[in-house]
C-alpha cells in the first residue's frame, strides 16, 4: 500500500498543491486529469524522478521520501514507451534482472516465461524493437516493468499514443494482469471511460490540486465539483441558489427529487438526461421549459444539440431518428425536458 | 506551371552562389596538394624534423581530446540534463575559447606561467614549465579543443530521452549503471565525433601555440618557419603533409556520423 502524506512539489513554472492519498494492496488506482493537471509530475514524484518540496512518500509503511528511484522498486510505464532501441526486445525485458541476487533471479527467470507467454512476446524476442507497432512496444514495455515484479506499477497514459484496436487490446491486457498478479496499478490518464473500465478508485486532478478521491462509479454518478461534473461528462452546469426541493438559476426553476444538503451551489446533468421534443410530456418529476434548438453539431453515430431556453442553453445528444421525428427546421419551438432525477446538485 | 519551363532566376541565383563556395574552398586546397612534386613529397617526409613536428601535433592534439573527454563528459552530460540557475551564462563561457583570438589565448595562458603569477611559481616550484615545451602545447590546445568536443557531446547526450534513464533507474540501475548501460550506447557516436573535431581543431591551431611554443615545433609552426625562412615552394609539401592527416581526421568524422544516422 502506498500512503501520501502532505505533498508539495514546487518547480519553476508549476507546483503541485499539498495533497494526500492512499492507495491499498493490490488496487488499480486512477489518476484522472487534464493535460498540465500535474498528473505525470506526481508519478514521477512517487518513482523518485522528480524530488518534493514538503511531505512523505510511504510504501508498505516504509518511508521511500528520500530514496533514489532505483531503491524503491516502482515500476513506470510512458505513453511513448520509452524501450531502450539498442537492445533487443528479450534484451529490453530482462534489463532489470541483474540488479536482483543469483536466488531472485532464478525465480524471477520463470516469471519472465510466463509474462513472455502470457503478453505473446516470444517471436519477437530476439528483434530489435525498430519497426515494431505500437501495441507491440507496450506490451514489451509492460513485460519489461513487470519483469522485476515491483510493489507498484506506475503507467503514465499507457493507452493514449495506440491505434484503437492496439488500445482495446493493451486495455484488455492490464485488466487481465492486474487480476493475476497481486501488484498495485497506479495509472494516469485523461480518458474517463478508459478509467472506468480499468479502475477501482479515482482522484481527479486539476491545475496541482485533488478535486475529488473516490470510487470511480461514485465519481461518475455523484461529482463533487463543477470541474468533475464536467470532466465525467455532465455537460450542463449551472450556478443555482436553492429553496425546499426547487433549484433557481437564472431566474428559472427547476424541480428536484430531494432537498438538497447544506452549502450547495450547482446543479449539473448530463447532455444524454435532457428530452427534446414537440409536445408537451408533463409528468410527475419532469422539468418542463418552452425553448428553441439553437445548434446542430453532427457526431456521425448521434447529434449535439443545443436548445436554449430564457438566458439558459441546455445541452443535449440526440439520434438521427429523434431528429427526423422532430422534424426540424432550426429555430423552431421545442420543449426542453429534464427528468428531476437527473439533477445532481453540488 | 511556368516556373517549370522558366526556372526561377532565384534558382540560378542560388545555384550558382553555392558552386562559387565549392570553388572557393576546394580550389586551393587542390592547387596547393597538387603543386609540390612526388619528389619533393617524398624527400619531406623523409626529413626528420617533418616528420616530428607531424607527430607531436598528433601527439598533443591527442592527449588534448583525452583531456577534454575526461573532464568535458561529465560537464556535457549536466548541461544536457540539468536546468540550472546561469546555464546560459555557463554554455557561453564554454564558447568563448572559439570567440577569442588564437594569438591572444597563447598569451592569456603564458600569463598565468610566468613566475610573477602565483600560479606560475607553484607550477615552477612543481618543475612544471609551460613556455616551450610539450606541456604548453597541449594546455593551449585544450584550451581551444575542449568547446568542441562538449558541444558535440552535449547534443548527443540531449538526443537520448530522459525516460529512457527514468525506466532505468526505476528497473534498479543506479545513476552509474544507467550511465553506463543506457546513455553511453546510445551517445557514443556523438562523444567519439566530438572527440574527432577536438583534435582536429587542436591540429589546426598555430597562433596559440606559436606564443605558447615556437619550439619544440608542432606541424603549423614547422610549415609557417617553412614559409619565412625560405619560401612557399618549401612550405607546401609539410602543409600537404598536415593536409593528409586532417584529411583522415575528417573521413573518420564522416564514417561516424553517417552510420550514426543510420542506426538512428
Given at each position: 500500500?502506498?500512503?501520501?502524506?502532505?505533498?508539495?512539489?514546487?518547480?519553476?513554472?508549476?507546483?503541485?498543491?499539498?495533497?494526500?492519498?492512499?492507495?491499498?494492496?493490490?488496487?488499480?488506482?486512477?489518476?484522472?486529469?487534464?493535460?498540465?493537471?500535474?498528473?505525470?509530475?506526481?508519478?514521477?514524484?512517487?518513482?523518485?524522478?522528480?524530488?518534493?518540496?514538503?511531505?512523505?512518500?510511504?510504501?508498505?509503511?516504509?518511508?521511500?521520501?528520500?530514496?533514489?528511484?532505483?531503491?524503491?522498486?516502482?515500476?513506470?510505464?510512458?505513453?511513448?514507451?520509452?524501450?531502450?532501441?539498442?537492445?533487443?526486445?528479450?534484451?529490453?525485458?530482462?534489463?532489470?534482472?541483474?540488479?536482483?541476487?543469483?536466488?531472485?533471479?532464478?525465480?524471477?527467470?520463470?516469471?519472465?516465461?510466463?509474462?513472455?507467454?502470457?503478453?505473446?512476446?516470444?517471436?519477437?524476442?530476439?528483434?530489435?524493437?525498430?519497426?515494431?507497432?505500437?501495441?507491440?512496444?507496450?506490451?514489451?514495455?509492460?513485460?519489461?516493468?513487470?519483469?522485476?515484479?515491483?510493489?507498484?506499477?506506475?503507467?503514465?497514459?499507457?493507452?493514449?499514443?495506440?491505434?484503437?484496436?492496439?488500445?482495446?487490446?493493451?486495455?484488455?491486457?492490464?485488466?487481465?494482469?492486474?487480476?493475476?498478479?497481486?501488484?498495485?496499478?497506479?495509472?494516469?490518464?485523461?480518458?474517463?471511460?478508459?478509467?472506468?473500465?480499468?479502475?477501482?478508485?479515482?482522484?481527479?486532478?486539476?491545475?496541482?490540486?485533488?478535486?475529488?478521491?473516490?470510487?470511480?462509479?461514485?465519481?461518475?454518478?455523484?461529482?463533487?465539483?463543477?470541474?468533475?461534473?464536467?470532466?465525467?461528462?455532465?455537460k450542463n452546469i449551472f450556478?443555482?441558489?436553492?429553496?425546499?426541493?426547487?433549484a433557481?438559476t437564472n431566474g428559472m426553476e427547476l424541480n428536484?427529487?430531494?432537498?438538497?444538503?447544506?452549502?450547495?451551489?450547482?446543479i449539473a446533468f448530463r447532455a444524454e438526461d435532457v428530452l427534446i421534443n414537440k409536445e408537451d410530456m408533463t409528468g410527475?418529476g419532469r422539468n418542463v421549459f418552452q425553448g428553441k434548438i439553437s445548434d446542430i453539431?453532427?457526431?456521425?453515430?448521434?447529434y449535439d444539440v443545443a436548445a436554449t431556453s430564457g438566458k439558459l442553453m441546455f445541452k443535449a445528444v440526440l439520434?438521427?431518428?429523434d431528429l427526423?421525428q422532430l422534424?426540424l427546421?432550426a429555430k423552431k419551438e421545442v420543449r426542453i425536458i429534464i427528468p428531476s432525477s437527473a439533477i445532481?446538485?453540488? | 506551371?511556368?516556373?517549370?519551363?522558366?526556372?526561377?532566376?532565384?534558382?540560378?541565383?542560388?545555384?550558382?552562389?553555392?558552386?562559387?563556395?565549392?570553388?572557393?574552398?576546394?580550389?586551393?586546397?587542390?592547387?596547393?596538394?597538387?603543386?609540390?612534386?612526388?619528389?619533393?613529397?617524398?624527400?619531406?617526409?623523409?626529413?626528420?624534423?617533418?616528420?616530428?613536428?607531424?607527430?607531436?601535433?598528433?601527439?598533443?592534439?591527442?592527449?588534448?581530446?583525452?583531456?577534454?573527454?575526461?573532464?568535458?563528459?561529465?560537464?556535457?552530460?549536466?548541461?544536457?540534463?540539468?536546468?540550472?540557475?546561469?546555464?546560459?551564462?555557463?554554455?557561453?563561457?564554454?564558447?568563448?575559447?572559439?570567440?577569442?583570438?588564437?594569438?591572444?589565448?597563447?598569451?592569456?595562458?603564458?600569463?598565468?606561467?610566468?613566475?610573477?603569477?602565483?600560479?606560475?611559481?607553484?607550477?615552477?616550484?612543481?618543475?612544471?614549465?609551460?613556455?616551450?615545451?610539450?606541456?604548453?602545447?597541449?594546455?593551449?590546445?585544450?584550451?581551444?579543443?575542449?568547446?568542441?568536443?562538449?558541444?558535440?557531446?552535449?547534443?548527443?547526450?540531449?538526443?537520448?530521452?530522459?525516460?529512457?534513464?527514468?525506466?532505468?533507474?526505476?528497473?534498479?540501475?543506479?545513476?552509474?549503471?544507467?550511465?553506463?548501460?543506457?546513455?553511453?550506447?546510445?551517445?557514443?557516436?556523438?562523444?567519439?565525433?566530438?572527440?574527432?573535431?577536438?583534435?582536429?581543431?587542436?591540429?589546426?591551431?598555430?597562433?596559440?601555440?606559436?606564443?605558447?611554443?615556437?619550439?619544440?615545433?608542432?606541424?603549423?609552426?614547422?610549415?609557417?618557419?617553412?614559409?619565412?625562412?625560405?619560401?612557399?615552394?618549401?612550405?607546401?609539401?609539410?602543409?600537404?603533409?598536415?593536409?593528409?592527416?586532417?584529411?583522415?581526421?575528417?573521413?573518420?568524422?564522416?564514417?561516424?556520423?553517417?552510420?550514426?544516422?543510420?542506426?538512428?
Amino acid at each position: 500500500m502506498i500512503e501520501i502524506k502532505a505533498m508539495r512539489i514546487e518547480l519553476s513554472g508549476f507546483a503541485l498543491k499539498e495533497l494526500d492519498l492512499f492507495i491499498m494492496d493490490g488496487e488499480f488506482f486512477i489518476l484522472l486529469g487534464p493535460t498540465g493537471s500535474g498528473k505525470t509530475l506526481l508519478l514521477e514524484a512517487i518513482a523518485g524522478i522528480v524530488p518534493v518540496t514538503s511531505g512523505r512518500i510511504l510504501l508498505k509503511g516504509r518511508d521511500i521520501t528520500n530514496l533514489t528511484p532505483e531503491q524503491r522498486n516502482i515500476g513506470i510505464m510512458y505513453q511513448d514507451y520509452a524501450l531502450f532501441p539498442h537492445l533487443t526486445v528479450f534484451e529490453n525485458i530482462i534489463f532489470g534482472l541483474r540488479y536482483h541476487n543469483k536466488r531472485e533471479q532464478n525465480a524471477l527467470k520463470k516469471w519472465v516465461e510466463w509474462l513472455i507467454n502470457q503478453l505473446e512476446l516470444r517471436p519477437l524476442a530476439g528483434r530489435s524493437i525498430r519497426y515494431l507497432s505500437g501495441g507491440e512496444k507496450q506490451r514489451i514495455a509492460l513485460a519489461r516493468a513487470l519483469a522485476v515484479k515491483p510493489s507498484l506499477l506506475l503507467l503514465d497514459e499507457p493507452l493514449s499514443a495506440l491505434d484503437q484496436n492496439f488500445r482495446e487490446e493493451i486495455r484488455e491486457l492490464l485488466k487481465m494482469l492486474h487480476k493475476e498478479m497481486k501488484i498495485t496499478f497506479l495509472m494516469v490518464t485523461h480518458d474517463f471511460s478508459e478509467a472506468l473500465f480499468l479502475g477501482d478508485r479515482t482522484a481527479i486532478l486539476n491545475r496541482g490540486e485533488i478535486e475529488q478521491i473516490g470510487a470511480l462509479s461514485e465519481v461518475f454518478t455523484r461529482p463533487e465539483t463543477p470541474f468533475t461534473a464536467n470532466f465525467v461528462g455532465m455537460k450542463n452546469i449551472f450556478q443555482a441558489t436553492f429553496k425546499g426541493k426547487k433549484a433557481r438559476t437564472n431566474g428559472m426553476e427547476l424541480n428536484l427529487d430531494s432537498p438538497p444538503g447544506k452549502n450547495r451551489g450547482y446543479i449539473a446533468f448530463r447532455a444524454e438526461d435532457v428530452l427534446i421534443n414537440k409536445e408537451d410530456m408533463t409528468g410527475d418529476g419532469r422539468n418542463v421549459f418552452q425553448g428553441k434548438i439553437s445548434d446542430i453539431i453532427d457526431r456521425g453515430p448521434y447529434y449535439d444539440v443545443a436548445a436554449t431556453s430564457g438566458k439558459l442553453m441546455f445541452k443535449a445528444v440526440l439520434s438521427k431518428s429523434d431528429l427526423v421525428q422532430l422534424g426540424l427546421p432550426a429555430k423552431k419551438e421545442v420543449r426542453i425536458i429534464i427528468p428531476s432525477s437527473a439533477i445532481h446538485v453540488l | 506551371m511556368k516556373a517549370g519551363r522558366h526556372p526561377d532566376p532565384f534558382l540560378w541565383l542560388t545555384v550558382f552562389c553555392s558552386l562559387s563556395v565549392v570553388i572557393f574552398i576546394l580550389f586551393p586546397l587542390t592547387e596547393m596538394i597538387f603543386q609540390p612534386s612526388l619528389q619533393d613529397l617524398k624527400e619531406t617526409i623523409c626529413d626528420r624534423d617533418v616528420l616530428r613536428s607531424i607527430w607531436l601535433s598528433i601527439f598533443t592534439s591527442g592527449i588534448a581530446a583525452i583531456i577534454s573527454f575526461i573532464f568535458g563528459t561529465p560537464f556535457a552530460y549536466l548541461l544536457a540534463r540539468k536546468d540550472f540557475f546561469g546555464k546560459k551564462l555557463v554554455e557561453s563561457i564554454i564558447d568563448l575559447p572559439v570567440m577569442i583570438p588564437h594569438p591572444v589565448v597563447g598569451i592569456a595562458i603564458l600569463g598565468l606561467a610566468g613566475k610573477n603569477h602565483w600560479l606560475g611559481h607553484i607550477m615552477s616550484n612543481l618543475g612544471i614549465r609551460v613556455m616551450g615545451t610539450v606541456t604548453g602545447i597541449v594546455i593551449v590546445l585544450t584550451f581551444v579543443g575542449m568547446p568542441f568536443y562538449i558541444n558535440t557531446a552535449k547534443a548527443g547526450f540531449e538526443a537520448v530521452p530522459v525516460r529512457l534513464e527514468n525506466v532505468a533507474r526505476s528497473l534498479g540501475a543506479s545513476f552509474t549503471g544507467t550511465f553506463l548501460r543506457v546513455t553511453l550506447p546510445l551517445a557514443w557516436r556523438s562523444m567519439l565525433a566530438g572527440i574527432i573535431m577536438c583534435c582536429a581543431r587542436a591540429i589546426s591551431e598555430f597562433g596559440a601555440v606559436i606564443i605558447v611554443a615556437y619550439h619544440p615545433m608542432v606541424a603549423p609552426v614547422m610549415i609557417y618557419e617553412r614559409f619565412t625562412a625560405y619560401g612557399l615552394k618549401y612550405s607546401q609539401p609539410v602543409a600537404v603533409w598536415l593536409i593528409m592527416v586532417s584529411l583522415i581526421l575528417f573521413l573518420l568524422l564522416r564514417v561516424v556520423s553517417i552510420s550514426g544516422k543510420e542506426q538512428a
